[in-house]
């Protein structure tokens, strides 16, 4: 079994080589490829709070990008990862 934290700070890691060391990403540089959406659609997602993680403006421009904290992402994809394996293991059982 693979430990929860263990699997999350590996997963922060991989995307600091990713995404650079910072801890918060721009919600542009992961919409496509992560969430499968547009720019728009993940900004108009995020001004909804209907992201499956929190997207942040550090100040209150409307210029300012949204931005998300790599531990959220992380965990956000441990969490789909895990669901995979569940759903997985339940086909494999006939």
């Known amino acids: 079994m693979i430990n929860q934290k263990s699997a999350t700070t590996s ?3 991989l995307l600091m080589a990713e995404y650079g060391s910072s801890i918060m990403i721009p919600l542009e540089d ?7 959406m547009s720019v728009n ?3 108009r997602k995020a001004r ?5 993680f929190a997207a942040v403006k550090l100040n209150n ?7 998300v904290h790599i531990h959220d992402l992380a965990a956000y994809i441990e969490q789909q990862c895990s669901s995979a394996r569940i759903e997985w293991g339940k086909a494999q059982c006939f």
């Not at 421009?61 to 931005?67: D, E, H, V």
């Open 11 to 13: 997963t922060m890691y």
């Open 30 to 36: 992961l919409a496509f490829k992560v969430l499968g």
């Open 41 to 43: 659609t993940a900004k």
């Open 48 to 52: 909804s709070n209907e992201l499956p």
């Open 61 to 67: 421009s409307q210029k300012a990008p949204y931005l």
